[in-house]
């Protein structure tokens, strides 16, 4: 028998078959529903708006990450999810600019994968909140048709947009200002006026349910953030209609479906723990809440999710479980 | 249908079906044996033989150093040919008695070297136990007759013998108990006896039917002793986990189980206790699991202590062209062998050829917390933080962190998506904990 080469590794010799990049790849390729319907929704505008914002967060990525850190896909996923929280007819170099800044400060900055408190793809948003506050709130009308360029998607960087296209506010909006309420049919299917990825509730559902079950979603987040808006929506609602909303509207308008399945679950950013989990959900969907109804904004998603991003280690420290052994035991003295 | 288990724990691929239905085999002898004075927890053997001594089959060749330590025997009727260091199966080398076997001897039983149970006091029994030179064979091989004489101001209940056997590839104890129930079960009466314990439980996996029903069926109907059939997950066979599965009791971080009342002991080693009491002679040979995608021909064999790897495989057909990394013991916990050379100790349990498909990647990615290891690890424990501390050396933290509750069973390693070597991390900051207890604690 001749002496095979052997390697000489350290136990455990096996190793289960999921890798980050696998797992990173997977959760942008369940995007491509939603990318396909906001397609449908709000035609090229919205593919045009994702790719720019894409393409800020992978250069950024390959100019300030590790070698190869393109690979992974974690910059993949950042830049699909900033552009399907922009409206669709968000200048594009807004977008790109966005992409980089949410890769450079919301990552880079601070290591690089898995060393970043906040979420990079709602870092950039938050900044293109502040920046262009007008821009980022300018909603264009759906459907239409397909070819048909929304908003001033190609303006000059650092010019006025023309904003004088048929835009048509959020359902939250609508109801914020207007006290105007968007029936409920219409928000699951997704047919109403919001940012590229607020659009089928049932998509955005099937697709965590996909993750789900492949195991790279952990469902306590969402379905907590879920019940938390919803039950916070309805109490408020009954104690004043006039200013809150119903539970369905809250759970099924704005950001919500997106921000739970898809932010809210972001592996980086959110507790370890299962029972922090919950906790990090329940507390998110009540600030979605607050922020809505006692807000400036109509929508609050995005800064909910971002300030109880900072509280997560905080919550991995306290729900710890007791360690196997550390409890006070009788010893079986004689 | 009661919980026989523990929480967490990972679930790797069982791979058991190679050789879980192979009769247990006995392999010729080899040309060479080699005997390192060093096979058990404890000090090492004292060495007795000179070089051209001629040793018969059971002479010892080194000396029980003490309490904590076992002789050890010859496996084979042969000439001491050399004395000195021979590569270790863990990787070192110790110093080895190598043996050239004589061909023309008969390798047979001899007069009784140890006495009939019957009639033993409880001395006499442990005396005969440690002169046997029996270990624990499920794989740390800690000396049995120490484990038998458990400090008095402990009072021992229970007797947990321990078939989990949850390391993928392994069937040794499983065959042991499809084949031999009545060893196992005269094991445990030596021991019950020896203990002075009135209730005894073996647990077995689930996934292990046969051996269940063999144990039923060969039960004593005098003695106390229950077969528990218990989830299939590793690392069920961890001794706290076993116990905790059996009992419902957890055993104090840092503490022995014996302060919660239990001893446990391994099912191949009860076989080792009957065998010895039955033959006479001490413990020369162990079952061995010889399995693999990378082997050509998977076995369950009995074989004698002292075969070289090289020889063993070599019995099996040799290994495929595909053969990446020889393993001893099983996948999860095993040490990677790096010299063929090295022998069959006490404590082997397996050897497991995988193959290049099987081993583990070398691309490393960034911890992405996603939690897989906080529920992967049996005693709740986080890896991810715990590998962060391990790679600035803050040892210290870590000791904090309940480092020393680490049994080192790969289950976070085994999850990781990003191939963080985190079971290696922990290995090796208790060595240098161990080195230096106040290391990092400026």
Known sequence: ?334 | MAFFGFKHGVHPPEEKGLTSGLPIRRMPYPDEIVLPLRQHAGKPATLCVKVGDYVERGDPVGLADGYMSVPIHASAAGTVSAIGLWPHPDGSYAQSVRIAVDKYALQAARPRMVPQWAGLSVEQVIKAVQDAGVVGLGGAAFPTHVKLAPPKDYRVHTLIINGAECEPYLTSDHRTMVEFPERVHFGCRVMMHTLGVKKAVIGVEKNKPDAIAALERTRPTDLDVTILPMTVKYPQGAEKMLIHAVTGVEVPSGKLPVSVGVVVQNVGSLAAIAEVFDTGLPLLERIVTVTGHGLSRPANLIVPVGTKMKDLLAYCDGVTPNAAEVIIGGPMMGQALANLEAPVIKGTTGVVVLTSDEVRADAVYPCIHCGRCLEACPVFLNPSWLGDLARVKRFDEMTENHLADCMLCGSCSYVCPSNIPLSQLFQASKAALRRNPTVGAA
Request: glycine share 12%.
């Open chain 1, 1 to 334: 028998m001749t002496a095979p080469n052997l390697i000489v590794a350290a136990s455990p010799h096996l190793k289960d078959r999921d890798t980050t990049p696998r797992i990173m790849w997977t959760v942008a390729a369940s995007l491509i529903p939603v990318i396909l319907s906001s397609a449908f929704f709000f035609g090229i505008s919205a593919i045009l708006v994702i790719l720019a914002s894409t393409l800020g967060a992978l250069l950024t990525e390959r100019w300030l990450g590790r070698p190869g850190a393109l690979r992974d896909g974690s910059a993949m996923i950042t830049g699909l999810l900033l552009g399907l929280s922009l409206p669709p007819g968000m200048p594009l170099w807004m977008a790109v600019l966005g992409g980089f800044f949410g890769i450079a400060f919301g990552k880079a900055i601070w290591g690089g994968l898995g060393q970043n408190g906040f979420n990079p793809a709602l870092i950039g948003r938050a900044f293109l909140q502040t920046a262009f506050p007008v821009a980022i709130t300018t909603w264009p009308k759906p459907g239409g048709d397909f070819l048909t360029l929304k908003g001033d998607l190609f303006a000059f960087p650092f010019t006025s947009p023309a904003h004088d296209v048929l835009t048509s506010a959020t359902p939250l909006g609508l109801f914020k200002f207007e006290q105007k309420l968007t029936p409920i049919v219409d928000l699951v299917l997704g047919t109403t006026g919001g940012s590229v990825g607020e659009t089928s509730a049932v998509i955005i559902l099937l697709c965590g349910a996909f993750l789900a079950w492949k195991g790279y979603l952990n469902w306590r987040s969402p379905v907590s953030i879920i019940v938390a808006v919803f039950v916070l929506g309805q109490i408020l609602h009954w104690v004043n209609p006039a200013r809150a909303a119903d539970g369905m509207f809250h759970i099924f308008s704005g950001g919500l479906m997106l921000g739970a399945v898809y932010m809210a679950t972001d592996m980086v950013t959110v507790p370890t723990t299962n029972q922090g989990r919950w906790i990090f959900g329940a507390c998110t969907g009540a600030l979605v809440v607050v922020i809505r109804v006692y807000g400036g904004l109509p929508e609050g998603v995005m800064y909910a999710i971002l300030i109880m991003n900072a509280f997560t280690p905080l919550i991995n420290r306290v729900t710890h479980p007791r360690v196997f052994g550390t409890v006070k035991m009788k010893e079986a003295k004689s």
